[in-house]
């Protein structure tokens, strides 16, 4: 099963080199140009990135929108709802926050009921969502890497190949996924321990609480970029666990060490993505989930279609991760022109080379079925004709039907 489109061809990678008696057909013949080449050895802006995201997502339009509906919008679907969600252990894990808040010397204020609420539920979502976060929305992130290195290649995306792939290389992707979830809960537990050993520190100093409350804002402030190069190094190191033969914590580093100069690309995709998920889960919340007007009969276009936004705001986030990591990788002077060739491409030449091994074996084991057939015959003939072997021997199959 192929999937490919027509449209706008995104601009294809000079580190691709199409070899001469390569199986795969191209998608479409691609001239670069000498701008183009020489724009590809220099690192993109995020603006570069959406722009190419967009070429990339107009060029293969069907397959990504495949991946999006199949394996993002449950997922989607689950996280915006809050289905899977028990009430009483958000409340309980709020409660208890914002008690550990106020035994820190933090002003139990709106901002710091809110802080502790929406940190509660964000817990807990992601505790119950942990299976389809492990299963579908991490398959969906190894399914757009491989439309894009596929589109890179000038190949189109062949679903059963890379059910292949996916099979011989999903447990190094979860490993991967696991360590980014560790470095991630790490990341604010080390927060949430700094923060109140800090608010207590200056509490027992004497400050006012209001001080006190500006400070943890500040440590707050810093905590959100350090979490944020987290998130994008656990991004690129997924989308490094598909292409290169790395994973879990060779990934991290693998990661942490090709974004180097390009931090400030990757924080500025990671707002993006953030503000346009946050948008529309602020939509969801309000237009479905808190009936604020009307009786609520919009409800039934309404939520779908913000699911759907959701899923595509993830797609998009997806997709520019894996450019992202491209233009990291083309613009490092690690490549050279022996290393054109990606693991996934390795993989999917095993895989052919397997079917081919498996048609040539069916071919051997058919001619000594036909030859043992053929001497079964003869000796049968030679007992009812009684005529020598070796008169028979030179006959073929053919000439004994009757």
Not at 71 to 84: D, F, G, R
Not at 233 to 241: F, K, L, T, Y
Request: aromatic share 10%; proline share 2%.
């Amino acid at each position: 099963m192929e999937i490919s489109s027509g449209g706008c061809s995104p601009r294809i990678r000079s580190d691709y080199p199409r070899k001469e008696g390569s199986e795969g057909t191209p998608v479409k013949q691609f001239e670069l140009s000498d701008r183009d080449r020489n724009y590809e050895m220099q690192s993109m802006n995020a603006l570069d990135i959406l722009r190419e995201t967009v070429r990339i997502l107009r060029f293969n339009s069907w397959g990504f929108v495949a991946i999006a509906v199949m394996l993002i919008c449950p997922v989607s679907a689950v996280l915006l709802s809050n289905v899977i969600v028990d009430v009483a252990i958000v409340k309980n894990l709020s409660i208890r926050l914002m008690l550990v808040a106020q035994a820190s010397g933090l002003p139990l204020r709106p901002i710091i009921k809110q802080s502790c609420q929406r940190f509660a539920e964000t817990v807990v979502s992601s505790a119950m969502c942990f299976p389809l976060y492990a299963t579908l929305l991490l398959l969906s992130k190894a399914g757009i890497v491989y439309s894009v290195d596929c589109t890179y290649s000038r190949k189109k995306f062949d679903a059963s190949k890379f059910c292949v792939i996916v099979s011989k290389i999903w447990r190094k992707i979860l490993f991967t996924y696991l360590w980014g979830c560790a470095l991630v809960v790490g990341c604010i537990t080390l927060f949430c321990v700094f923060l109140v050993a800090f608010c207590s520190a200056l509490a027992v100093l004497g400050f006012s609480p209001d001080i006190v409350v500006y400070c943890a804002m500040l440590v707050g402030l810093v905590f959100s970029v350090v979490f944020a190069n987290a998130i994008i190094i656990c991004n690129i190191a997924i989308v490094i666990s598909v292409l290169e033969d790395v994973s879990g914590a060779q990934a991290m580093l693998r990661s942490s060490m090709l974004i180097k100069g390009q931090t400030q690309v990757g924080l500025l995709i990671f707002l993006g993505s953030t503000i346009g998920m946050a948008f529309v889960e602020g939509l969801f919340e309000h237009r479905v989930k808190t009936l604020s007007y009307g009786d609520g009969s919009s409800r039934v276009w309404e939520g779908p279609l913000l699911v759907v936004m959701y899923s595509f705001v993830v797609l998009v986030d997806s997709m520019m991760s894996a450019v992202f990591y491209f233009s990291c990788r083309s613009s490092s002077l690690e490549i050279s022109d022996t290393e054109g060739n990606s693991i996934l491409e390795t993989w999917a030449i095993s895989a052919e080379s397997m079917g081919i091994q498996w048609h040539c074996q069916r071919g051997i084991d058919y001619a000594n079925w036909n030859n043992k057939m053929k001497r079964d015959v003869v000796r049968v003939c030679s007992l009812k004709t009684g005529l020598p072997l070796r008169n028979l021997a030179s006959c073929s199959i053919s000439s004994f039907e009757h």
